[in-house]
């Protein structure tokens, strides 16, 4: 049985995949996709059972990660990921640069930033350097994937890269290394906001398959970038949609291409930043797929840690709210 989780991290985002493998520690493959956010204030008082996707794989005693994936270095995603990386390093991790670029990279001193999306943007860079070093002094790979490229993780389980592709790819690479080799202060921030500002549509896209049901995770992918991507890739069974349902996050066009029979949307229970749109999961419901979330956005979703979807060996799901 496979198990998908989306950890309930507020306004961010970290996924915890567990599929039967005997080849593996504890006889299972064990991949999270992201880590969610590590600032105080997003846990501090909530009510809606928020929790650190580090503390959530203590709990749950997960005791190693096969492969963990950053799909893009924004602190709602990698910030709690440097911290799980802490508790298990990977044994591999995938991102978007390549591999050695992190070691050319310095720390950089977050208060540069004038505003707090420029500090936050700033901790996940510094993070992700964390990150990086964290696999390769614990013995794991750091690997740079892009579009078009297959693994088999074993006899049931699949995941395909549908993006980024060669060429974003580069750009992105450029557009770090521009950033990381300007001097002025004010051009330093320029490109930082420039960075920052596009980096959702650079996301890791994967396709996950096990026993022909078919899984999207777009990271923050929103409704432009899809672009390039055939639509035979889009097809799921459940799709995460992007950016935190903002709406911006899917179109029309998107959800009848993906056709899904689940929605998750991790959106926080403030619905900050407009996440969790109505107009969207209106449109999204309309079409006939059940709407789950990570937080608790809209009413009637019971106070929880973590929404989690199971796939039967026969191909049939289930979805329940971790309390």
């Given amino acids: 049985m496979l198990k998908i989780t989306f950890v309930n991290s507020g306004y961010a985002e970290g996924i915890l995949i567990q599929c039967p493998d005997d080849s593996r520690q504890s006889s299972t493959f064990v991949m999270t996709i992201d880590g969610g956010g590590a600032r105080p204030d997003e846990f501090e008082g909530n009510i809606s059972g928020r929790i650190r996707m580090s503390d959530y794989l203590k709990q749950t005693e997960v005791d190693h990660i096969d492969l963990m994936v950053s799909t893009h270095t924004h602190e709602d995603h990698i910030c709690g990921q440097k911290l799980c990386a802490e508790l298990l390093p990977p044994r591999e991790l995938w991102q978007t640069l390549p591999p050695g670029l992190f070691q050319t990279f310095e720390q950089l001193d977050v208060f540069r930033g004038t505003n707090l ?39 049931d389980l699949t995941i395909k890269v549908l993006a980024p592709n060669d060429e974003k790819e580069k750009t992105l690479t450029g557009m770090m290394q521009e950033l990381y080799s300007s001097v002025d202060s004010d051009d330093f921030l320029e490109k930082l906001n420039g960075v920052d500002s596009k980096l959702n549509n650079f996301s890791l896209i994967l396709m996950l398959e096990y026993r022909g049901q078919r899984v999207l995770l777009p990271g923050d992918t929103n ?4 672009d390039d991507l055939q639509d035979d890739d889009l097809h799921a069974d459940l799709f995460k949609v992007g950016h935190h349902g903002q709406i911006d996050g899917a179109s029309e066009t998107v959800i009848r291409k993906v056709q899904p029979s689940m929605v998750v949307c991790c959106a926080s229970s403030d619905r900050r930043y407009n996440s969790a749109h109505p107009d969207l999961i209106s449109m999204i419901e309309k079409t006939g797929a059940k709407m789950y979330y990570s937080d608790c956005p809209v009413e009637g979703i019971p106070a929880h840690k973590a929404v989690q979807f199971s796939v039967s060996d026969e191909g049939i799901w289930s979805a329940e709210y971790i309390r």
């Fill in 117 to 155: 999306s420029q500090v936050n943007f700033l901790s996940a860079l510094n993070d992700y350097i964390h990150l990086c070093n964290i696999t390769e002094e614990n013995g794991g790979l750091v690997r740079q994937i892009s579009a078009g490229t297959v693994f088999s993780i074993n006899e």
């Fill in 223 to 226: 409704r432009y970038g899809y």
